[in-house]
């Protein structure tokens, strides 16, 4: 039996779900249940029956699942996957900056840990930060730990003043302007689709804004046929499922997410043997952190 059958074999013996994100390695995705982004997964992990899930990603997306279902078992194939972002933001100086604005909603992106979570009120995908925002009542706004989403949302409303913090995503960081007008300057029809964790002088080049799946989503449904796609590299795999009759193209090659690359399909067979790297959370700081979350899903619907 090859490692797909085994995986496949144990996941229906146990009744588990298998998540994975768009940055997954392509078999990842491919073994999966369901793929998605942050706010996609998040949804999936919450409303599932299976008391069971493996989550293919990194550690704030598993963790944020067992914050929503505590009764659920949450397993992270590759322990070790973190996301350096979240690790920017603490909750110790949070709160300091709480103090000097008691009026402000602290809003958190997903991408931040448990700890973090739990000082917040709201809790943000770059798929709703816009829209959530929008509805908060304050008009002040502690945004973290994204400097990067944070300018981005901030832009776009005007009417309310943001206090970013200064984290940033280290593969977003690394794609530079010039390497996009050098693709531009020989695909010259190709939209530029890029995700809002790139700093601003890349998303001022950009045709399109939006999180892996409204990337995904636009490419599907946009009449053009080419298209530089300036987010980690992994969305490549579904863009060009769906897609085969259109082009894509990457700006350099840098854009790879070590952490989201560290799953690979013998971790997903021995968490589901062994049922290893579960997610455990101390009960006050899970149920801390659940109202930011909860929020979240009750601004979407
Ligand atoms: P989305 O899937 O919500 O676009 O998030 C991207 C990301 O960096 C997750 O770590
Ligand atoms: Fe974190 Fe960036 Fe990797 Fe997403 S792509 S998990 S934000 S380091």
């Known amino acids: 039996m090859n490692i797909t059958d085994k995986i496949t074999e144990l996941k229906e013996q146990k009744n588990a779900l298998i998540l994975a994100h768009y940055y997954q390695r392509p078999e990842v995705q491919e073994i999966a249940d369901y793929v998605g982004d942050s706010y996609y997964l998040s949804k999936v992990a919450k409303d599932s029956p299976n008391k069971m899930i493996i989550f293919c990603g990194v550690k704030f997306m598993a963790e944020s699942a067992k914050i929503l279902s505590p009764n659920k078992t ?8 973190g996301c350096p972002m979240a690790d920017m933001a603490s909750s110790e100086p949070l709160a300091a900056l709480k103090k000097q604005h008691p009026d402000a909603a602290v ?6 840990t ?16 816009l829209s959530i925002i929008r509805k908060l009542p304050n008009k002040k706004i502690i945004f973290l730990p994204d400097k990067n989403l944070g300018e981005f949302i901030a832009k776009q409303i ?7 913090w200064n984290g940033f995503c280290i593969t977003h960081k690394k794609v530079t302007p010039d390497s996009i007008k050098e693709l531009k300057a020989i695909k010259k ?3 530029v689709l890029t995700h809002p964790e790139c700093e601003s002088a890349v998303r001022d080049l950009s045709d399109f804004i939006g999180s892996t799946g409204e990337i995904i989503s636009y490419a599907k449904k946009s009449k053009a046929s080419d298209f530089i796609i300036v987010t980690e ?7 060009k499922k769906e897609n085969p009759d259109k082009n894509f193209y990457v700006p350099g090659n840098t854009m790879t997410c070590i952490n ?3 799953t690979c399909l013998e971790d997903i067979y021995e968490c589901l043997k062994y049922e290893s790297n579960s997610i455990e959370l101390d009960e006050e700081l899970r149920l801390k952190a659940l109202t930011s979350l909860e929020n979240m899903h009750k601004y979407v619907g």
């Open 74 to 81: 949450v397993l992270l194939p590759a322990s070790d996957a």
């Open 107 to 112: 809003v958190c992106y997903i991408n931040s």
């Open 114 to 129: 448990a700890e973090v979570k739990a000082e917040c009120d709201v809790c943000v995908t770059s798929s709703n930060a």
């Open 158 to 164: 005007p009417e309310k003043e943001f206090i970013l």
């Open 189 to 191: 029809d190709a939209l």
């Open 233 to 239: 590299q992994g969305v490549l795999h579904q863009l």
């Open 260 to 262: 989201m690359k560290k």
